[in-house]
């Protein structure tokens, strides 16, 4: 009887702690991707910036890319982060590479991908290097915006059982 009562207790333990991880690596590259795509949009910029010295436009549409990214973050990204950490949470036997669905790991390498492809396509035109860097910036500021998620639902804390 008391060894049944320790063996729950040691397997939901373990499921904790493993769920904690998942929680973990879903905001390490949650935050990690928002960095990466706002650096990446930076440097475009700054490349926009020095084929046109003195041009304000650019700064001005990066300024709106950012705050069209941060209320994507906090109005549709956001729902995103927080349905998976419901669906992390609603696993039985945690996997480590469970820290997304296998449907958003197909998306993020076509979203990878099709960065990509419009990064080489940026250097075309003074136009298109300036729309992708403001893309990268929305889309880096909302992946930031929407990971305060995982701070609100406490993701990260050692909970007990």
């Given amino acids: 009887m008391v060894d049944d009562v320790n063996t729950h207790w040691v397997d939901q333990n ?22 990466i795509l706002l650096v990446k949009g930076g440097t475009l910029l700054a490349g926009s910036a020095s084929l046109f010295p003195g041009a304000v ?11 069209l990214g941060a209320v994507k973050g906090k109005f549709i990204f956001s729902r995103s982060c927080k349905n998976n950490l419901t669906r992390i949470s609603s696993l039985r036997h945690p996997k ?10 197909v998306l993020l ?13 940026a250097h075309t035109s003074f136009a298109v290097l300036v729309g992708v860097a403001v893309l990268d910036l929305a889309i880096g500021a909302a992946l930031l915006a929407s990971s305060r998620v995982f701070w609100q639902q406490k993701a990260f804390v050692k909970s007990s059982a």
Wanted: glycine residues 12%.
């Fill in 57 to 67: 436009w650019p700064w001005i549409a990066a300024g709106a890319g950012l705050l």
């Fill in 109 to 121: 390498s076509l979203m990878i991908a099709a960065g990509a492809v419009l990064s080489r396509l």
């Fill in 14 to 35: 373990r499921r904790i702690a493993h769920i904690r991880m998942l929680n973990i690596l879903a905001g390490l590259v949650w935050c990690l991707g928002g960095v």
């Fill in 96 to 105: 480590l590479w469970q820290f997304f669905s296998p449907g958003f790991f």
